[in-house]
C-alpha cells in the first residue's frame, strides 16, 4: 500500500502536479529577492536544466520513433492510418521542413524563417493540450476506468478551445518580434477572435463538465482527480496560464518535458522488463533505460547546443561592425530550434497513439498478449484517437 501510494505520488508530481507547488515558490522568491534577481536565478537554472529536460525530451522522440519506423511501415498488421502517420512524420514532414529552412537561410529571409516560428509558436499549444489529454486517457485506463465517448469529445473540444484561446489572447496588432535573433512581424490577434475563443472555452468547459457528472448519472466510475489534475494543469495553466507568473514562463517548458519523459520511463520500462525474460533473455532494464537516456541526452546536445551553434560559427559572417540584419547572428540554431520542435510535433502525432504497436506497453507489464485484431488481451478496447499524444 505505502508503495502505491508513492508510486501516485511521484505520478502526480511528474504529470503536472509539481506546477502547484511551484506557484508559491517562485511567488515567494519575488518576494525575497525581487523579480530582476529571481528572473536571473530562475532563468539561469532552467537554461542549464534543458540540458538533461527539455532537449533529451525532443531527442528520445527520434530514438523511439525511427528505431521502429520501416518496421511500421512493413508490417501490414498496423493499421493503414497509422502507417500513413508514420511515413508522413518520418519522411515527409522532415524533408518539408528541411526545404522550408534551406530556403530561409539561402536567401536569408526572416520572413520565411520568422513564418516557420510562428509555425511552431501556434502549434507548441495544440501539442500541449493533447498530452495533457493523453493523461487522462492513460492513467485512466491504467486504472481501469475507461474515457467513454462523450467525455473523449468534450475533454477533447475544451483542450482545443484553449489551444485557440491561448493563441488569441490577449488581442493585438501586427508587431515585430524576435526570436533567437530573427526579427519578423507576427501575425495580428483580432478582438473579435479573442471573444470568440473565450465563448468556446466557456462552453466547451460546460460541456466537459456536463460530460464528467453524465459518467456517475449512468452509474459509471468518475475518472481519476489525479490525471484530471494534470490535464487541467496542461491546458489551464501551461497554454491558457503560460503568462500568469513571470517565473512560471521559464518553468514550464521543463514541467511540460518532465511530463512526457515520464511516459516514455513507463513504457520503455515495461518494454524493456518483457525483453529480459524468455524467449529473448535480453539485457536488463535497468541497462536499456540507462543508455536511452544518455543517448537522448547526448543527440539533445547535438541538435541544440553542439550543431547549430558550430554552423553559426563557422557560416556566419563575425567581426566588427558586421550587420547581420533581420536575421540575426544566430541563424543555424534559430532554424534548428524551430524545425525539431515542429518535427517533434509530427513524430508524437504518429508515436503516441493505440494503433502503435508498442502502444500496449503504457498499460502492462510488458506480458500481456496481443489479440488479432490488436488489442490488449483482457483489458477494455481503446479507440486509437484516446491516445493521441502523451
Known sequence: MASTRGARAVELLATGGATLLLYPICWALR????????ELAVGFLTFHAASILNDPHFAVTYVLFYRKAHRDLG?????????????VAGLVAPVALGAWCAFALATRSAVALGALLQLMFALVGWHYVRQGFGVVAVLSQRRGVRVDAWS?????????????????????????MEEKGVVFRAL??????????????????????????ARRERGEPAL??????????????????????????????????????????????????????????????????????????????VLFRGGPPLLDAWLVPRG?????????????????FAWVNLHHYFMDHALWRRDDPDGRYLFDQGSAGRSENGQLDGSPAVGSSEIESV
Do not use: C
Not at 518576494?31 to 529571481?38: E, F, K, S, W
Not at 508490417?75 to 511515413?87: F, I, N, T, W, Y
Not at 495580428?188 to 457528472?213: D, N
Not at 541497462?287 to 546536445?301: D, E, N, P, Q
Open 152 to 176: 473523449r469529445r468534450a475533454l477533447s473540444a475544451h483542450a482545443y478551445a484553449g489551444w485557440v484561446l491561448a493563441w488569441a489572447n490577449p488581442a493585438s496588432p501586427a508587431v515585430d
Open 188 to 213: 495580428s490577434r483580432p478582438q473579435w477572435l479573442e471573444h470568440l475563443a473565450l465563448a468556446a472555452f466557456a462552453v466547451t468547459l460546460v460541456g466537459a463538465l456536463v460530460a464528467l457528472i
Open 31 to 38: 518576494r525575497v529577492v525581487g523579480l530582476d534577481d529571481a
Open 320 to 336: 566588427r561592425g558586421v550587420d547581420h540584419g533581420p536575421l540575426g547572428a544566430t541563424p543555424y540554431l534559430a532554424a534548428a
Open 75 to 87: 508490417d501490414r498488421r498496423v493499421p493503414p492510418a497509422q502507417r500513413a502517420r508514420v511515413l
Open 224 to 301: 481519476p482527480l489525479g490525471p484530471l489534475g494534470a490535464f487541467v494543469v496542461s491546458v489551464w495553466s501551461w497554454t491558457i496560464g503560460s503568462s500568469w507568473d513571470p517565473l512560471m514562463v521559464y518553468l514550464i517548458p521543463a514541467l511540460h518535458s518532465v511530463q512526457y519523459l515520464y511516459f516514455v520511463a513507463l513504457r520503455e520500462g515495461n518494454r524493456a522488463r518483457e525483453a529480459e525474460g524468455p524467449p529473448t533473455f535480453g539485457r536488463p532494464a535497468s541497462v536499456k533505460l540507462g543508455v536511452l537516456a544518455l543517448s537522448s541526452v547526448a543527440l539533445g546536445w
